[in-house]
């Protein structure tokens, strides 16, 4: 009778153990970690800003930086 390899149990920094040959089964191709190809998202042609918003978001945004430095060192 042919004896069973014994489970090895590897402790990380996070805190927690897991079963070593259980962890390197799910980093191989068709496991549950395994890296998935990135796709690419799709741009969507409503979600182009327009000059006028941008515009809006920069001269706020300035405007903002502007009181905070004047708050700061004061009258």
Not at 13 to 41: H, M, N, Q, S
């Given at each position: 009778?042919?004896?069973?390899?014994?489970?090895?149990?590897?402790?990380?920094?996070?805190?927690?153990?897991?079963?070593?040959?259980?962890?390197?089964?799910?980093?191989?191709?068709?496991?549950?970690?395994?890296?998935?190809?990135?796709?690419?998202?799709?741009?969507?042609?409503?979600?182009?800003?327009?000059?006028?918003?941008?515009?809006?978001?920069?001269?706020?945004?300035y405007t903002r930086i502007l009181d905070h430095f004047s708050y700061?060192?004061?009258?």
């Amino acid at each position: 009778m042919s004896r069973l390899e014994p489970e090895v149990i590897a402790n990380y920094a996070d805190g927690c153990a897991y079963v070593k040959g259980k962890l390197e089964d799910a980093f191989r191709p068709g496991g549950i970690l395994a890296e998935k190809p990135t796709t690419k998202a799709v741009k969507d042609a409503s979600a182009q800003a327009k000059r006028e918003d941008v515009d809006l978001i920069v001269r706020f945004t300035y405007t903002r930086i502007l009181d905070h430095f004047s708050y700061i060192e004061g009258p």
